[in-house]
């Protein structure tokens, strides 16, 4: 079980530039979520998946778009970089959505000039 | 007003010294708090989740507490392997559905 994956680990943008950032989980869980990490500040929730084919916005949605085309799968778009969207990106999964245990990818490094 | 502080924002402690990290929330309905760890670099590892007041749960040198208004994450007699980032994040009722709200984190260096 490799759990929660992420690709990339760390990517530099040029302000403008669009990319995908793609997580995977092998749990066969329902939900996924896409959280965004900055100094001082708590792990915010920018989208999440309730199942296959379906998505919603989380705390801080703008600049990004997501999807569920395979269970497994959530990826995260970001189609015009900004600066402010230079920050850590992390991918979690979970079974249900009743206070089940989330579980967290290693993250990706984002970096926007 | 952030719904879940945490304190202190860093603690350093001696190898072998007990303490506790707390973990405030003012949530309407608390449907479960969870405890993770995170080392530099890395996500977010869980530890415990803690569901009504009274409840407690241990892990090794770790024993996590549920009251009301607050949680803590007691350390028995630490070791330096102990050092990394604490976060305490909450689920209420009636939010987005299994949203996660998290405090800042508590870092813990454990010096030998």
């Known amino acids: 079980n490799a759990g929660v994956t992420q690709t990339p680990k760390f990517r530099v943008l040029k302000t403008g530039q669009s990319m995908t950032l793609l997580c995977a989980q092998d749990m066969n869980h329902e939900y996924m979520y896409w959280y965004r990490q900055d100094p001082g500040m708590g792990l915010r929730l920018i989208h999440y998946?309730?199942?296959?084919?379906?998505?919603a916005k989380g705390e801080v949605p703008d600049g990004y778009n997501v999807s569920r085309l395979k269970k497994q799968n959530f990826l995260l778009g970001l189609e015009s970089a900004a600066p402010s969207q230079t920050s850590v990106y992390f991918c979690?999964?979970?079974?249900?959505?009743?206070?089940?245990?989330?579980?967290f990818g290693p993250g990706t490094r984002l970096t926007v000039l | 007003e952030d719904q879940v502080t945490q304190s202190p924002e860093a603690l350093r402690l001696q190898e072998g010294e007990s303490s506790s990290l707390n973990c405030s929330y003012t949530v309407s309905g608390l449907r479960g708090l969870f405890w993770y760890r995170q080392d530099p670099g890395k996500g977010p590892e869980f530890l415990f989740t803690?569901?009504?007041a009274g409840e407690e749960k241990e892990k090794e040198r770790l024993k996590a507490t549920l009251t009301k208004k607050e949680s803590f994450l007691h350390i028995t007699a630490p070791k330096p392997e102990d050092s990394a980032t604490y976060l305490c994040a909450v689920q209420e009722y009636g939010g987005s559905q299994g949203n996660l709200i998290f405090g800042k984190g508590t870092k813990l260096s454990v010096k030998p």
């Open positions: 998946s309730v199942g296959e084919g379906t998505t």
């Open positions: 979690a999964s979970s079974y249900t959505s009743g206070a089940d245990t989330q579980y």
């Open positions: 803690l569901y009504s």
